[in-house]
């Protein structure tokens, strides 16, 4: 297993040269600074976000820089060094609304978000160079968006705290990029630690750094990136979530949040005499609603059961608690497939400890956590399961608990 994905190997030092290099190439001048800002795994608590739930996600070495400087004449100049196509020029006072628009949808909504919110914002030339790797469910996105306001933040002077960056970031996905998305991401790569899992309430987005040192435990976790790409806005993401609200509308809760797991079994035969709610769902919707609420009731509970082990220093006992997670993903929220189902199994049957996919679903990664002398061999038995299925070879690498947003330079 080698020590992180391909360009995460050669770690921020050169991909903030890059960045530095790749602004001047582009807009002739030294950048007033470089920020960055990671992918992220989580560990646990997925689509708990949006239901006001809890998230225990850890930040990845992989990471996108920005270098920027800011500009008096309101115009927004954007470079990607991963993304094809010249330099994306936009007025700040023109910006709208524009789902599908493409990467620098992102951190143009960045910019419109902090206008309305009535911030001092003005324009900027940005390039960025990223080693997060897209659309395998470890949030490049809100890398990117993260990054984007973190400058801003600093450029403008706007005094932002990192919850108040993640809240705006969300916003700029949500109303800007047009995809539900909950807050875990962004917050994710804006308060994350070295060294540390984030243990996060999404409803009022209390804090708490969960210390996780693998590499102490003699553990290792693995990121199986299926290169199944993976895509939130495709409308599969949001039904889950419709279902979810609609759940918590006929329990007469806030949130699903709001149901307490020793209350789950009353719940569900409320749901299953409910119409629309029960086992039979409508056709074209996604699973029964009270599919959804089971998956998402469970998940919470078994957020604060890994809390439980970590905070007792028992990383090893984690382990099923994440296998469950995938069964219930896999099973109650249907947003598994074939890829991630074969690297859980696959894992699990050469001695993890356990395993899991984790993100948004439908593709992207599964996560595998295995005693460091077993890593190696359990990668080994994942690659020759997918050629032996004739799936594309996957990327595997470990996940070190990494620093979350900062500035470089
Ligand atoms: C995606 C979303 F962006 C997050 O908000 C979260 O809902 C996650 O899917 C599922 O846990 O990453």
Same mark, same amino acid.
């Given at each position: 297993?080698?020590?992180?994905?391909? *360009?995460?190997?050669?770690?921020v030092?050169?991909t903030?040269?890059?960045?530095a290099?790749?602004f001047?190439?582009?807009?002739?001048?030294?950048?007033?600074?470089l920020?960055a800002?990671p992918?992220?795994?989580?560990?646990?608590?997925?689509h708990t976000?949006?239901?006001?739930?809890?998230?225990?996600p850890?930040?990845l070495?992989?990471?996108?820089?920005?270098?920027?400087?800011?500009?008096?004449?309101? @115009?927004?100049?954007?470079h990607?060094g991963g993304?094809?196509?010249?330099?994306?020029e936009?007025?700040t006072?023109?910006l709208?609304?524009?789902?599908?628009a493409?990467? %620098?949808?992102?951190?143009a909504g960045i910019v419109?978000?902090?206008?309305e919110?009535?911030?001092?914002?003005?324009?900027?030339?940005?390039?960025?160079?990223s080693?997060v790797? +897209?659309?395998?469910?470890?949030s490049?996105?809100a890398?990117? *968006?993260?990054?984007t306001?973190?400058?801003?933040?600093?450029?403008?002077?706007?005094?932002?705290?990192?919850?108040?960056?993640?809240?705006?970031?969300?916003?700029?996905?949500?109303?800007?990029?047009?995809?539900?998305?909950?807050? @875990?991401?962004?917050?994710?790569?804006?308060?994350? +630690?070295?060294?540390?899992?984030?243990?996060?309430?999404?409803?009022?987005l +209390?804090r708490r750094?969960?210390?996780?040192?693998?590499?102490?435990?003699?553990?290792q976790?693995l990121v199986?990136?299926?290169?199944?790409?993976? *895509?939130?806005?495709?409308?599969?993401?949001?039904?889950?979530?419709?279902?979810?609200?609609?759940?918590?509308?006929?329990?007469g809760?806030?949130?699903l949040?709001?149901v307490p797991?020793?209350?789950?079994? *009353?719940?569900?035969a409320r749901l299953?005499d409910?119409?629309? +709610?029960g086992?039979a769902?409508?056709?074209?919707?996604?699973?029964?609603? #009270?599919?959804?609420?089971?998956?998402?009731?469970?998940e919470?509970? #078994?957020?604060?059961?890994v809390? %439980?082990?970590?905070?007792a220093?028992?990383?090893?006992?984690i382990?099923?608690?994440?296998?469950?997670?995938?069964?219930?993903?896999?099973?109650?929220?249907?947003?598994?497939?074939?890829?991630l189902?074969l690297?859980?199994?696959?894992a699990?049957?050469?001695?993890?400890?356990?395993?899991?996919?984790?993100?948004?679903?439908?593709?992207g990664?599964a996560l595998?956590?295995?005693?460091?002398?077993?890593?190696?061999?359990?990668?080994t038995?994942?690659?020759k399961?997918?050629?032996a299925?004739?799936h594309?070879?996957?990327?595997?690498?470990?996940?070190?608990?990494?620093?979350?947003?900062?500035r470089?330079?």
């Open positions: 297993v080698r020590t992180a994905a391909g *360009e995460g190997d050669r770690g030092s050169t903030q040269a890059a960045a290099e790749g001047r190439a582009v807009y002739g001048a030294a950048p007033e600074g920020w800002a992918g992220r795994v989580n560990l646990i608590g997925e976000d949006y239901n006001d739930g809890f998230v225990l850890l930040a070495p992989h990471t996108t820089v920005a270098a920027a400087s800011a500009r008096p004449d309101g @115009m927004l100049r954007l990607s993304a094809d196509g010249g330099i994306v936009l007025r006072d023109d709208r609304p524009a789902p599908g493409g990467w %620098a949808a992102y951190p419109w978000a902090l206008r919110a009535g911030l001092p914002v003005g324009g900027a030339d940005v390039h960025y160079e080693t790797p +897209t659309g395998a469910g470890l490049s996105s890398a990117l *968006e993260v990054v306001a973190l400058a801003l933040n600093d450029l403008y002077g706007l005094g932002l705290d990192r919850p108040r960056l993640a809240r705006l970031a969300q916003r700029a996905e949500n109303a800007f990029v047009g995809v539900p998305v909950g807050i @875990m991401d962004q917050t994710a790569a804006a308060c994350c +630690t070295e060294g540390h899992a984030l243990f996060l309430d999404a409803r009022d +209390t750094q969960v210390p996780f040192d693998l590499a102490a435990e003699g553990l976790l199986v990136d299926t290169c199944v790409q993976h *895509e939130l806005g495709d409308g599969a993401y949001a039904q889950r979530r419709a279902g979810c609200e609609s759940g918590a509308r006929a329990l809760v806030r949130a949040r709001d797991y020793a209350h789950l079994p *009353e719940a569900l299953d409910e119409p629309g +709610t086992p769902p409508a056709p074209g919707t996604g699973p029964a609603v #009270r599919d959804l609420v089971r998956h998402i009731v469970t919470n509970h #078994r957020v604060e059961e809390i %439980a082990r970590l905070d220093g028992e990383i090893r006992a382990g099923p608690l994440l296998t469950a997670g995938h069964a219930s993903l896999r099973d109650d929220f249907a947003i598994s497939c074939a890829e189902d690297a859980v199994d696959t699990l049957a050469a001695g993890a400890l356990g395993a899991r996919m984790t993100g948004g679903g439908f593709g990664s595998v956590l295995a005693e460091r002398t077993a890593a190696e061999h359990i990668g038995a994942v690659t399961a997918f050629a299925a004739g594309i070879a996957p990327r595997i690498f470990p996940a070190v608990p990494s620093a979350g947003a900062r470089l330079a």
